[in-house]
């Protein structure tokens, strides 16, 4: 298998594992049955990798001309930036950490779609 397919597999583990973090998180913030311990550990090697996601990403595009390159580092690196951005605001808002962490797991599923429909 090449890069590019491992890229995708990466890619869309990275998606729906977000995706299932970031409803995990809805629910959680709508019903106290859903928070468990195991939603954080969750919620990082999700993050974790989308990382690997990233960095997968960046291996193919290096060797990309400019104008063969788009908008996919884009949707890569803004992916990183919205889990600082995650991260960043979490003390500051903690009675609603699940809804951040809910909708921006639903954000980082569909900045990784946007990053697998680029390649």
């Known amino acids: 298998m090449d890069l590019d397919g491992v890229f995708r597999i ?9 995706g299932l973090a970031g409803v995990w ?10 928070r468990r311990s195991a939603f954080w550990p969750a919620t990082y090697l999700c993050q974790a990798v989308l990382a690997a996601q ?24 803004g992916s990183l930036a919205a889990i600082g951005i995650l991260h960043a605001y979490r003390a500051q808002i903690e009675e609603w950490r699940f ?10 599923m569909g900045m990784s779609l946007r990053a697998l429909a680029l390649v």
């Open 54 to 77: 990233v960095v997968l990403g960046a291996v193919i595009v290096r060797d990309l001309s400019a104008d063969e390159r788009g908008l996919e580092p884009f949707y890569l690196f």
């Open 99 to 108: 809804l951040l962490y809910g909708f921006g797991g639903l954000f980082l």
């Open 10 to 18: 990466v890619t869309i583990v990275a998606a729906v594992a977000n």
């Open 25 to 34: 998180g809805l629910l959680a913030h709508r019903d106290e049955r859903w």
